[in-house]
């Protein structure tokens, strides 16, 4: 393999050099970087990148010692379409065929999928093998192909990183302080354990009484909103409303918009552009969402979500990429679930940390607890996802909430012992639980199950407050608000509280709650 372009027309590069197993493999890794582009920094695609190419170099030379360079290309190539397009093939071949019971056999699965690939790869690759084959145009058509498609996911990345990502956005509210930047304000910490449930929704819907964490968390400070629901039951839409004082309809968002630019007002939200003018330095911890996985802007990003081989850490880019291949067979829940649980135990372990610095901080951390898989008991240690398959889910899903009550009380804890009494922290999950009764369309939905996905864990510890112009039916839109208000005296209006649902398909098509709905009592 020369590649020696020196004194070659394009006529010639085309049809001699073998390139397009290497441009396709190129290609594949920047298209899912395309893909995924507001959520995944350049830097991160240039390790898995060579890695790929490294791969397909190696599977060339290895099958160039015993064929020809063009035949070795060619089954080099074949072998990528097949490696690389799995997913593919799982959600668009096999998925529309579930079930496909033959004698018994559900012919439907994953393992019968990666058989019948190697039967084709095997059987093309005896074709290539034992017949001629005309060298140089087909050299040319896949180096042009490829390089069609290559040009292609180069454009739309040049295009995705100089676009103004929030064109279509008006996520530039006005917040100024009364007065000058104040060295003695406390540091703030904006804790979101992912799908926690509200009390009374574990009470009557799980049979479980939380009382004794949430009377903790209120002789430690904190005003404990009984009757808070999500303003948005989702993630992006719950934290972007949270993290911008705004319902995502007054920044523009509605079913025009792309989720990447939804994404965006996370990245750029207005809490941290406000505190960083403030002089306080923003730590982001985040873990497998995609969303607040890390944020550009913050002064110290840490991200405890990595899946390991052999000591090999691995990014959320790069298990994108590896769950678009067949090694999505290796990264099953059991590994991902494992990963997970030291995940948030290392971030809550980070927020400990963080607190003994001295310096004004904002702390913002989303842990994937109690969401599931489900990889922690009651106590605290750590489970395999499918270690009791007996036991119900909600079950799994309790103990792994009073896990999360552990965690959090230890936090909590050291937070206070470190920054001291006038630190402000707020608990405050994101959704609801997942609701296995979802209904096809949520405008369908019953009204209990609806208050089941919107009810959440709302506590706030801000010792200036001391509960006051705080109320039981406070919602996340207004928490900053009332914060910075009573804090920074910057005179923002409440927003009305409101709840606020996507219908399925997942696009931005909202729609309202009633308040009859929210509170039938």
């Known amino acids: 393999m020369n590649f020696d372009f020196r004194n070659m027309d394009t006529e010639e590069l085309l049809s001699e050099k073998l390139a397009f197993p290497f441009l396709f493999t190129t290609y594949f890794v920047l298209s899912v970087y395309q893909h995924n582009i507001n959520q995944v920094r350049l830097v991160e695609v240039i390790r898995p990148l060579i890695i790929f190419l490294t791969g397909t170099v190696s599977i060339y030379f290895f099958i160039k010692y015993f064929l020809s360079d063009f035949k070795a290309a060619l089954i080099t190539f074949v072998s990528s379409i097949s490696f690389y397009t799995y997913n593919i093939q799982v959600e668009y071949g096999l998925k529309p065929l579930l ?94 354990p992912d799908r926690y449930a509200r009390g009374d929704v574990l009470r009557k819907q799980y049979g479980f009484d939380n009382k004794n964490f949430i009377n903790s968390l ?20 719950s934290l972007g409303s949270s993290l911008n004082m705004q319902y995502l309809q007054d920044i523009g968002v509605d079913e025009s918009v792309k989720q990447k630019q939804v994404y965006s007002i996370l990245q750029d939200h207005q809490v941290q552009k406000f505190l960083r003018s403030q002089d306080y330095r923003y730590h982001h911890i985040g873990l497998n969402y995609r969303a607040t996985a890390f944020n550009r802007n913050a002064d110290h990003n840490i991200n405890h979500m990595r899946i390991d081989f052999g000591g090999l850490s691995v990014s959320e880019f790069e298990t994108n990429l590896l769950k678009n291949t067949p090694v999505i067979q290796v990264l099953n829940e059991a590994i991902i679930g494992r990963d997970k649980a030291t995940g948030n ?9 963080i607190s003994e610095k001295p310096e004004r901080k904002f702390v913002f951390a989303h842990l994937m607890i109690p969401h599931p898989a489900f990889v922690f008991n009651a106590t605290g ?10 036991l119900p889910r909600s079950e799994k899903y309790l103990g792994q909430l009073q896990a999360t009550n552990k965690f959090l009380n230890r936090t909590v804890d050291r937070i206070i012992e470190n920054e001291g009494e006038d630190v402000i922290i707020i608990i405050q999950s994101d959704s609801g639980p997942g609701v296995e009764e979802a209904p096809e369309k949520w405008t369908q939905g019953k009204p209990e199950t609806l208050r089941k996905r919107a009810g959440i864990l709302n506590a706030v510890r801000a010792p200036e407050l001391n509960g006051s112009k705080m109320y039981q039916r406070m919602t996340p839109v207004n928490t900053f608000r009332t914060i910075f208000n009573e804090y920074f005296k910057t005179g923002l209006k409440m927003k009305k509280d409101k709840v606020y649902f996507r219908e399925n398909p997942p696009e931005h098509n909202f729609f309202q709650l009633e308040n009859k709905t929210l509170h039938p009592e």
């Open 99 to 192: 079930p496909l019971n033959v004698f018994g056999f559900n012919l439907a699965r994953r393992r019968y999928l990666l058989l019948a690939n190697a039967v084709l790869v095997t059987a093309i690759s005896a074709l290539i093998i034992y017949k001629e084959l005309d060298k140089e145009n087909l050299t040319k058509i896949l180096n042009i192909v490829t390089s069609f498609l290559l040009g292609l996911t180069l454009s739309g990345i040049v295009i995705g990183l100089s676009g103004p990502v929030n064109q279509n956005l008006e996520n530039n509210i006005e917040i100024s302080a009364g007065s000058s930047v104040d060295e003695s304000q406390p540091s703030i910490y904006y804790i979101i």
């Open 218 to 237: 209120r002789r430690d400070g904190f005003y404990v909103a009984n009757e808070s629901y999500a303003n948005y039951p989702f993630s992006y839409g």
């Open 345 to 353: 135990l290392k971030s809550v372990k980070s927020i400990r940390k």
């Open 381 to 390: 240690d750590k489970i395999k996802p499918h270690s009791r398959p007996d």
